[in-house]
């Protein structure tokens, strides 16, 4: 995994418009895409609590947590300890971040909770940038790539379907989570490059 990519302008672009998405929505009360989602997700899938039980079952503390201790572990054995770094410190820092500040910042309440950015989503979408990140580019980041994305739509359609979140939640929560762990290893990156001896010449 390069440091070299532009990780710093993803992060600054997921998040300014995470912030965007969280000034417009914020409140009570749902946006026109959410109504749509709604609409069609009870049309589609109301009648199927199993499935959709099924669907957000990728955002338990159960799932995620040894997906993460799996993949620090496989970064320990290759002696790639920043990179094991990463997939602690990045998911943790989000989701920190996400409950302590940006729930209680934007204030959009579903029922008597805070919902905006989704806090399921951002736990997930850390993880599964992290495996992107960490995979070897080619065929590996392709899978993982679509088979998170199939994950998150599954997810998504999961939290919508039992009244959990908001479509916009849900990309809310995609976008920070994308935009926490890019920035980290950028910062890590960058820390690392630091910390190089320099060359000496001669």
Known sequence: MSGKAPY????????????????LVSGEGRSVPDELAGKWVEHAFGREPDLLGLLVLPTEAYVLIPVAAIAVGLCLAGRRRLEAVLTVVGPLLAILANSWVLKPLFGRW??????????????????????????RPGLATAVISIVGAVVLAGVTIGMIGFGYHYLTDVVGGTLFAVATVCATWALLSWAARRREPVPSDG
């Open 8 to 23: 710093g302008l993803v992060a600054v672009t997921c998040a300014v418009i995470m912030v965007v998405l969280g000034v």
């Open 110 to 135: 579903k029922y008597t909770y805070l919902a905006y950015p989704s806090g399921h989503t951002v736990a997930l979408v850390a993880v599964l940038t992290v495996l992107v990140l960490l995979a």
